[in-house]
């Protein structure tokens, strides 16, 4: 099993950063994909960003491209979202998830991921 959490959300003001961060624990050996999602309220979950942690890879969605990036140290097991340029429509709760080794290239979906972490609220104000 592995276990995920999250940390790093506020409250920042439009046009601000944060960063991120999912330190994972238990079995980690075997993800090939971790990615981050986030839920607006009232909204389905959305992958933001994913990485292929076999070569690092990314993948981004176009509504956070190149505000967004997504890193992982495979030393320290920490999957981090490196956030820029923030919006108002960012304002949502922030996931880690990890799948079992499965995927041969990462993906945004959350279908592929039978790990989760249990959020970090991200709030941005105008």
């Known amino acids: 099993q592995m276990v995920l959490m999250e940390s790093g959300g506020g409250s920042v003001q439009a046009g601000g950063s944060l960063t991120l961060s999912c330190q994972a624990s238990?079995?980690?050996?075997?993800?090939?994909?971790m990615a981050w999602f986030r839920q607006r309220p009232g909204k389905g979950r959305e992958g933001v960003a994913c990485?292929?942690?076999?070569?690092?890879?990314?993948h981004y969605a176009e509504s956070v491209k190149g505000r967004f990036t997504i890193s992982h140290d495979n030393f320290k097991n920490v999957l981090y979202l490196q956030m820029d340029g923030l919006k108002d429509e960012y304002t949502a709760m922030y996931y880690c998830?990890?799948?079992?080794?499965?995927?041969?290239?990462?993906?945004?979906?959350?279908?592929?991921?039978?790990?989760w972490g249990r959020g970090t609220q991200v709030t941005v104000s105008s």
């Open positions: 238990g079995d980690t050996y075997s993800r090939n994909s």
């Open positions: 990485i292929y942690t076999v070569d690092g890879s990314t």
């Open positions: 998830a990890a799948e079992d080794g499965f995927l041969t290239a990462c993906a945004t979906e959350a279908g592929p991921y039978n790990f």
